[in-house]
Antibody, heavy 120, light 107 residues
Framework: QVQLVESGGGVVQPGRSLRLSCAASGFNFKNYGMHWVRQTPGKGLEWVTIIWYDGSKKYYADSVKSRFTISRDNSKNMVYLQMNSLRAEDTAMYYC?????????????WGQGTLVTVSS | EFVLTQSPATLSLSPGDRATLSCRASQSVSSYLAWYQQKPGQAPRLLIYDASNRAPGIPARFSGSGSGTDFTLTISSLEPEDFAVYYC?????????FGQGTKVEIK
């Protein structure tokens, strides 16, 4: 079965960096685009970024552009989110999620999330 | 800016009731609209994709409809486990938008 397990969250000071990881299993990882989506405590969902199945394309929400970088290692079935210059408003649960491979830009599986808290 | 607006914000219903949730897009982009269910402390779960197709394992009481800018999620007869928050989602210009959510609560 599809499993996505995030790690790397924690408490970090404003302006510092953090790298999140997502370990994928139960499917042919190299064939799927992967997203990061975040959710502020008690609030709604906010899409953060997507990376194409082969890493050839990446797109970002304006709120994180130039600060966050998504990457992947298909040999290890891993996707990463490098977060720099963190702000208080980046505090959220970060979910790793899989993109359906049928061209309809739908997220079909989600991990359980890792919590990032930006606070001094 | 592409925006998805869900209504109502909260729906207070009883088990066995019919639930009708709305999602309106600020512009027509495609029929590729998805619905997700999220329960407290859990990740979202895909219910409907491409506006009207149920994801694997989703009960038949969940149905989706709509096109253009107006989409609807219907739960024909609410079960106790259906009380949750529901989000719609659509992509526009390489930006994945989510609605703000509709909470279906027990009346």
């Amino acid at each position: 079965q599809v499993q996505l397990v995030e790690s790397g969250g924690g408490v970090v000071q404003p302006g510092r960096s953090l790298r999140l990881s997502c370990a994928a299993s139960g499917f042919n990882f190299k064939n799927y685009g992967m997203h990061w989506v975040r959710q502020t405590p008690g609030k709604g969902l906010e899409w953060v970024t997507i990376i194409w199945y082969d890493g050839s394309k990446k797109y970002y929400a304006d709120s994180v552009k130039s600060r966050f970088t998504i990457s992947r290692d298909n040999s290890k079935n891993m996707v990463y989110l490098q977060m720099n210059s963190l702000r208080a408003e980046d505090t959220a649960m970060y979910y790793c999620a899989r993109d359906r491979p049928y061209g309809d830009y739908t997220i079909d599986y989600w991990g359980q999330g890792t919590l990032v808290t930006v606070s001094s | 800016e592409f925006v998805l607006t869900q209504s109502p914000a909260t729906l207070s219903l009883s088990p066995g009731d019919r639930a009708t949730l709305s999602c309106r897009a600020s512009q027509s982009v495609s029929s590729y609209l998805a619905w997700y269910q999220q329960k407290p402390g859990q990740a979202p779960r895909l219910l409907i994709y491409d506006a009207s197709n149920r994801a694997p394992g989703i009960p038949a009481r969940f149905s989706g409809s709509g096109s253009g800018t107006d989409f609807t999620l219907t739960i024909s007869s609410l079960e106790p486990e259906d009380f949750a928050v529901y989000y719609c989602q659509q992509r526009s210009n390489w930006f994945w938008a989510f609605g703000q959510g509709t909470k279906v609560e027990i009346k």
